[in-house]
Every structure is written in C-alpha cells, then in structure tokens.
C-alpha cells in the first residue's frame, strides 16, 4: 500500500460495501423463502444479475490490494468524500427499500404468492427505488476510489442489469396488477422522482 490516505479510501469503500451486503444478506435471510407463484426471468436477467454480483469482487481486490492503480483518476480529495455519502445513502435507500417490499422482494423477476403492490417508503416517490440505490452505490465506489476501472465496470453492469430488466418488470408487473399498476405508473417515475 502506498500512500497513507489511500488507506483511508480503501477502509471507506471496503465499509460502503460491507454496509450493502449486511442489508442484503440481513433481508434475504426473511424473505428467502416466501412462495413464488410465477417467474418472468430469462436468461438474460439471469445473467445480468450475476454480473452485478461479479462486478463486486473489483471493488474487493481494491479495498486489499493494488492491481488497478494504472486506472486511478485525479480527482479532489472533497469529491472523494462526496462519494462516501453516496455510497452510505445507497445502503441507506437499499435497506429502506428491502423494508418496504418485505416478502414481496426476489432477486429474479418474480411474483410471490400473495404478492402485494407496494406504493408507499420510497415507493411513493419512484418506481425502482432498489435500482436508483444501486446506481447510487456505483456512483459512491467511482467516487470514492477514483478509479475508473473498479467504479466503472460496476456502475456498467448495474446499467445492463436496469436495462435488460425495467422493462419486463414492469411488464410483469402490469400483467398482475393491471390497472392499479397503471395507475401507479401514470405517478412515479422509474429511478427519479417526477418534478
Ligand atoms: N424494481 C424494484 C424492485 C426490485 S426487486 C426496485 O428497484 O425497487 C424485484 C422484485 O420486486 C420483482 O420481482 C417484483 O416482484 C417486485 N416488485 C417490484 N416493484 C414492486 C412493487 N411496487 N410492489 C411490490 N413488488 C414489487
């Protein structure tokens, strides 16, 4: 390791990340096992969310060691910070969001048996909260480690997985809620909340 505060960078992002996994693991333990009555992935959802699980193991190898020093950015040490918020508000919005959803959460695309539709917590504001909470966490590891190749290939997979996935979810959705999902849908927008 090589210079001191560099540590301190990595401490940080290694924390942002051991937040974000103690959510998830906490929250699928719960809900791991609720029924689901029909599943709406393919193989290409599939596989994107592996490779969201995939694009962590970068950000491991930053935090221990220094193999992608050649893809450090110079940027401000202020900015740095700025992306330990991000990164906290991330798990922050991920907890808050699995809260929300309870037993109505999976990884995959799926409806569970006695699925409910959740329109309050952040769902009131948007439609995809959990994906906005990922994208905030990208943003928090770019930042934080100012290093474009570990920030970088997360925040790419992040954005594959949205856009193979937002649209059949909603599809899914629509199909089982129908009109309530519209009407949902006509309120919120899908990672930003509507002005
Ligand atoms: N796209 C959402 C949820 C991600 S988890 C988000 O970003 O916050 C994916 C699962 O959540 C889907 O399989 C679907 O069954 C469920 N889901 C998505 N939106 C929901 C809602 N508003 N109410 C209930 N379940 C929802």
Known sequence: MSNPSEVVFRVAVGMV?????AVRGHFQKK???SKKISSHHGRREKRSYMLVSVSFLPILLY???SPFSFAHIAI??????????SGLSASGLFAWTHF???KNWSG???IAKDHELVTGGPYRFVRHPMYSAFFLMGIGVLLLSSNWLVGGLNLAAVTAMYLVRVADEEAMMLGHFGQSYQTYMDHTGRVFPRL
């Open 63 to 65: 935090v221990f060691t």
């Open 17 to 21: 990340v051991v937040t974000w996994f």
């Open 100 to 102: 929300a959803l309870g």
């Open 76 to 85: 401000p040490s202020w900015l740095r910070w700025a992306g330990l918020i």
């Open 31 to 33: 809900v791991g096992s």
């Open 108 to 110: 995959l695309l799926e």
